[in-house]
C-alpha cells in the first residue's frame, strides 16, 4: 500500500497447497464372491481415482486357494503422489458342496481258502478322487451273509489318486453253506468338506473253494 508521500508498505502471505485427501478406490464386482472349490478364481480387479493425480493403479494383497475351503480377503489399494493411500476389500467365501466324482475300487484275494478260522487279511485298492477340497477319508464297512462278522473302520488318504489298505476277514463259512460263506464291503470316499460318495459296486470276497464241496 502506498501513502500521499509515497512511502510503500507491504506485507505477504504464504499458502500452502496440500493434498491430504486420498484416492477412492472403487471395487469392478461384488464385494463379497461365494465361490466353489475347484473353480478357477477370475479377479475383476478394482479402480483408482484421486482428485490430484486422476486415475491411478491399483495393488492387490491376499490370495485365493481355490481347493480349500474358508473365507479370504483382497485389500485393493492405490496411493497418490503425495503418498496417501485408499483401499477397498473384497471377500472371497471358498465352499466345497459336491461330493467327490471318481472312486474306484477292487479287492485281493477274493476267494479265501480254506476256511480254518484265521483272520485273512485282504487288501482293497482302487482311486479316489475330488473336484474340490480333495479326498480326506475311506470309510469301508463289511456286511457279513451270516451277520457275526462286520469289522468297520476308516483310512485317511493324503489326498486325489490311487488308495490300498487291508480289512482282515474271517475264513470261516458252515459246512452246509454250499456256495460259500459272501462278505460284502462297502468303500465311502469322504472329502475335506465331509461330502461323500458311495462305491457303486460294493466288493464281494467268498469263503469258499469254488468246488462246491
Known sequence: ATDANGNVG???????????????VTLIGSATMTLEAGTAFVDAGATAADIVGGDLAT????????YVPGTYTLTYSATDASGNTGTVTRTVIVVDTRPPTTLTASVNPATLWPPNGAIIPVTVSGTASDGGSGIATLKWEVVDEYGTYQPSGTVSVAGNGPFSFQVPL???????????RHYTIKITAIDRAG???????????NVH???GN
Open 10 to 24: 507491504t506485507s505477504t502471505v504464504t499458502i500452502t497447497v496440500a493434498d491430504t485427501t486420498a484416492p477412492v
Open 59 to 66: 495393488s492387490v494383497t491376499g490370495s485365493v486357494q481355490i
Open 195 to 205: 461330502n461323500s460318495l458311495l462305491l457303486a459296486h460294493p466288493l464281494v470276497v
Open 170 to 180: 474271517l475264513a470261516d463259512r458252515l459246512g452246509s453253506d454250499k456256495d460259500g
Open 209 to 211: 473253494d469254488q468246488s
